[in-house]
T-cell receptor, first 114, second 115 residues
Framework: DAGVTQSPTHLIKTRGQQVTLRCSPK?????VSWYQQALGQGPQFIFQ???????QRGNFPDRFSGHQFPNYSSELNVNALLLGDSALYLC?????????????FGPGTRLTVT | AQSVTQLGSHVSVSEGALVLLRCNYS??????LFWYVQYPNQGLQLLLK??????LVKGINGFEAEFKKSETSFHLTKPSAHMSDAAEYFC?????????????FGAGTQVVVTP
């Protein structure tokens, strides 16, 4: 059973560029959440998708947007990249129906903005 | 609003000694509580969770945590540290009323295990 997968593993971008990160949830999961983990800090919630709609959003600007596809996979898009966007971006999946409140995390995408 | 405080950003423990990582929460209602572990260059792995059942929760790799409402704490312990326990540990909370289970994390505690 494949767990949560993310691509790419690493990414280097220049300030002002745009980036798209991808996530495939664990089999059987229908909800995808994205977190940003800056160096030396705990993950911060960006937003969450269920049934292809954004359900909750953390304190992140509109430059951060996302999408969920019918197969439950998800993308995180960041426009007009800033140096401060450099971080590990983690995707987590869960099952709303399971009510276990467990989120399973992928290995993350390390984004470096130069 | 809820928050999580992890006391001690770095903890050094000898192999075979007790591991104790402290987590205190602030919440208007008793939250759900989680401990995650992160190994270098990896994602987060769930160690254990408290969701209003037994207050003493046993997790993987010999870890356990006790929910103490009166102290608003959820400290993580392991009786005997192994070298493989060297990692970063995060305490997280979510609201029971939040069916989406959004997690709020503490800043993390880096554990170093010395021979």
């Amino acid at each position: 059973d494949a767990g949560v997968t993310q691509s790419p593993t690493h990414l280097i971008k220049t300030r002002g560029q745009q980036v798209t990160l991808r996530c495939s949830p664990k089999s059987g999961h229908d909800t995808v959440s994205w977190y940003q983990q800056a160096l030396g800090q705990g993950p911060q919630f960006i937003f969450q998708y269920y049934e292809e709609e954004e359900r909750q959003r953390g304190n992140f600007p509109d430059r951060f947007s996302g999408h969920q596809f019918p197969n439950y996979s998800s993308e995180l898009n960041v426009n007009a990249l800033l140096l401060g966007d450099s971080a590990l971006y983690l995707c987590a999946s869960s099952s709303l129906a399971a009510s276990s409140y467990e989120q399973y995390f992928g290995p993350g995408t390390r984004l470096t903005v130069t | 609003a809820q928050s999580v405080t992890q006391l001690g950003s770095h903890v050094s423990v000898s192999e075979g000694a007790l591991v104790l990582l402290r987590c205190n929460y602030s919440s208007s209602v008793p939250p759900y509580l989680f401990w995650y572990v992160q190994y270098p260059n990896q994602g987060l792995q769930l160690l254990l969770k408290y969701t209003s059942a037994a207050t003493l929760v046993k997790g993987i790799n010999g870890f356990e945590a006790e929910f103490k409402k009166s102290e608003t704490s959820f400290h993580l312990t392991k009786p005997s540290a192994h070298m493989s326990d060297a990692a970063e540990y995060f305490c997280a909370v979510s609201k029971p009323t939040d069916s989406w289970g959004k997690l709020q994390f503490g800043a993390g505690t880096q554990v170093v295990v010395t021979p």
